[in-house]
């Protein structure tokens, strides 16, 4: 399996981006899917996360209201919309893909799989 992102760039205080992640690999459609990112500092911090089917969404609270997760299952595609973006979001962001029987259909906080990470730059 393998996770590329795009999207990310450099975009002003209040302003908007969304990142796409390809997801190669069979049965894209039992995969759930998280965005992580990180700053700074030495943690990588859970963004949300979207179950295989895509009912079932989470997102921590720093981002809740303002970021948007969604993905399209014939596209191998996982998306973050993020609005409303604050100089505290700039960090790498990573998507990332686990792939989960067809009764788990919710959001996991745990990923086998991995993208090499894109830049999100949030200038105030």
């Known amino acids: 399996v393998q996770l590329v992102e795009s999207g990310g760039g450099l975009v002003q205080a209040g302003g908007s981006l969304r990142l796409s992640c390809a997801v190669s690999?069979?049965?894209?459609?039992?995969?759930?899917t998280g965005w992580f990112r990180q700053g700074p500092g030495p943690e990588r911090e859970f963004v949300g996360g979207i179950s295989w089917s895509g009912g079932s969404t989470y997102y921590v609270d720093a981002v809740k209201g303002r970021f948007t997760i969604s993905r399209d299952n014939t596209k191998n595609t996982v998306y973050l919309q993020m609005n409303s973006l604050k100089p505290e979001d700039t960090a790498v962001y990573f998507c990332?893909?686990?792939?989960?029987?067809?009764?788990?259909?919710?959001?996991?906080?745990?990923?086998?799989?991995w993208g090499q990470g894109t830049q999100v730059t949030v200038s105030s």
């Open positions: 690999g069979r049965t894209f459609s039992r995969y759930a």
């Open positions: 990332a893909a686990e792939p989960m029987d067809y009764s788990s259909d919710y959001v996991t906080y745990e990923y086998n799989y």
